[in-house]
Structures are given as C-alpha cells and as structure tokens.
C-alpha cells in the first residue's frame, strides 16, 4: 500500500472503511427496529468489525501522511504528526476533541493484538471489552444515538464514546490538515 498516493489511500481505503462502518451500523439500526433478531446479530457483527477495521485505517493514517511528506511544513516526527491531528480533531459542533485519536489508537491496538494498554479505554463490565454494542446514550459527550437505537461504542475512562463520533471527528481533522473529504 505504500505506493497509493495519499489521497487514493484516504479514499479507496480509510474513507472507505469509514463509510463500510456506518452502513454497517445503520444497518443494525434497522434490523433492531424491524425486530428481526437474526439480522440483527449479523448487523451488529458487522458494525463491529467494520468499525474495528475503521479505526485501525484511521489511526495509521497519521503515519501514511508522516511517511508520503503530506503535511506543509513536515512534522518532525510521526509524535508530531499525532500531536498535529489531535489538535485539529473536533466534534460537529466545532468542540476540540484531542483525545480521539489518542482513543482510536488504543482500540486499534487493542484489536491487532487482542490486549489492551491504552490507560484511557477500559475494559468495563466485561473483560477485554474495548468495543461493543449499546443500546444507551453515551455519557462522554452529547454524541451517538438516542437510548434504545443500538450503536457501537468505546468503553473508555470518561464513559461510553460513539465510534461513529470519534471516527467523525478525527476525520474532520483530516478535512481540516489536508482538505480530504470526509
């Protein structure tokens, strides 16, 4: 994949990995509110593993746009590159969110290698749970679904986190560094 210039990366893979997800979730959507049980499980096996592809594209993107020079003036390094991307990552209200990225790569990790490290997403209630499906607003932030319309989320320190949101925002980071569509 080295050799894709970075905005067919963004595109025919991060964006699309984006998109794959919330199809995905608004397919389990669906499948709950026609009360079909069987859809529904496969709807959300799909939005979970859509969403754990999304966030590892996401994340590593930081490191595509460090290794291809994408950013004007260059980052020193790929932790400055991170630092850069923390910095612009905001919710659709214009809210800084720069623990997002931060979040997304724990979660990719924690998918990769099927162990958690990052101190800032635990494992609650269910251990090794970093991602799962609720039917409940997350509490972080004023984001995600209403109660009862199933979503994926991140189990993190500050409470549940839609992935949606967080993908969202650090997409619109992008949007913001390099003018990428989200």
């Known amino acids: 994949m080295g050799q894709l210039v970075i905005e067919t990366h963004w595109e025919r893979l991060v964006r699309r990995s984006n998109h794959q997800f919330i199809q995905a979730e608004e397919w389990l959507v669906n499948a709950t509110a ?42 020193e390094s790929i932790a400055a590159m991170r630092a850069l991307i923390q910095a612009n990552s905001h919710s659709v209200t214009g809210d800084a969110r720069p623990d997002d990225h931060r979040i997304l790569g724990g979660l990719a990790n924690a998918v990769k290698h099927a162990e958690l490290k990052d101190p800032n997403i635990i494992e609650v209630p269910h251990t090794g749970v970093v991602v799962r499906i609720s039917h409940g607003k997350p509490v972080a932030f004023d984001e995600g679904r209403a109660n009862g319309t199933p979503q994926v989320v991140v189990v993190a320190t500050g409470g549940d986190r839609s992935l949606r949101a967080i993908i969202e925002n650090v997409s619109n980071g992008w949007n913001m560094i390099l003018g990428l569509p989200v």
């Open 34 to 75: 026609a009360g079909d049980a069987y859809a529904a499980q496969d709807a959300a096996y799909e939005a979970l593993r859509t969403g754990m592809s999304a966030a590892i594209f996401l994340y590593h993107f930081a490191e595509v746009a460090f290794e291809r020079n994408a950013v004007n003036p260059h980052p």
